[in-house]
């Protein structure tokens, strides 16, 4: 990669901006200064500028508590949208929502550049789960647990894959549902055949990877590589409270 492209990426710059640093002899590779925004860097170089070594990431992971109102787009001529909450720190990446909310929906949205690994955690084949609080404005019943565990058909008849639909101790309009595949609407047309209205939807998790309750709505944070690793498990993993 050409040392300019190096501090752009790094230091989310423009590639014009990266080419007067390096010029400026603010940037060095190995120890020592270089003005060339055209030689070629590898994994085994070092490079700093200002005085601090710089990791470029070859692609972002942001996990975001995506709040009411907001669509899950990269961009929208009318609505704000989950890049836009966080474009100010990313000027130079092209992020999207891996896995869409609706606009009045919450919670759990991962942002990434990363188009392949989006492509395979929501890829149904792969069995990831996305989990969700629903509320809902009547009773949760055994007969809408068994309908999604055997597979719900919408009303346009199709056949969606098993699901699970469990109650919530307590609180009998809500329900915690979990889900392998992402159908326009799923889960409002999958209540829809019982004749049960959704009032409420969050999203809690992402394979094994829970949302951080520390993060208030709109808020965000990246992730560890630990946590990266987590979103492609199959199951939940123990959740584990933050803050």
Not at 31 to 52: F, L, M, P, S, Y
Not at 135 to 156: I, K
């Amino acid at each position: 990669m050409r040392l300019d492209k190096y501090i752009s990426d790094a230091l989310q710059l423009s590639r014009a901006q990266a080419r007067q640093r390096i010029a400026k002899g603010t940037v060095s590779v190995n120890g020592q200064v270089c003005r060339q925004a055209d030689r070629q860097i590898t994994d085994a170089d070092t490079v700093q500028a200002g005085g601090g070594q710089l990791d470029r990431q070859q692609f972002v992971y942001i996990m975001l508590n995506k709040p009411q109102g907001v669509v899950s787009a990269s961009t929208d001529r009318r609505d704000t949208t989950v890049v836009d909450l966080v474009a100010g720190e990313f000027p130079r990446r092209q992020l999207f929502p891996a896995g869409r909310l609706d606009k009045t929906s919450t919670g759990f949205v991962l942002l990434t550049d990363d188009g392949a690994f989006a492509h395979r955690i929501l890829s149904p084949r792969r069995h990831v789960e996305k989990e969700y609080l629903v509320t809902l404005d009547t009773p949760l019943t055994p007969e809408m647990c068994q309908g999604f565990a055997q597979g719900v058909t919408l009303a346009d008849g199709q056949k969606l894959a098993p699901a699970r639909a469990e109650p919530v101790e307590g609180e009998p309009l809500q329900a915690r549902v979990t889900l392998t595949q992402g159908v326009y609407h799923q889960i409002k047309r999958m209540f829809g055949v019982y004749g049960a209205g959704v009032d409420g939807l969050h999203r809690l998790r992402m394979g094994g990877l829970w949302l951080d309750d520390s993060l208030a709505p709109g808020a965000w944070r990246q992730l560890s590589a630990a946590e990266f690793a987590l979103l492609e498990e199959k199951g939940a993993a123990e959740r584990v409270k933050k803050g």
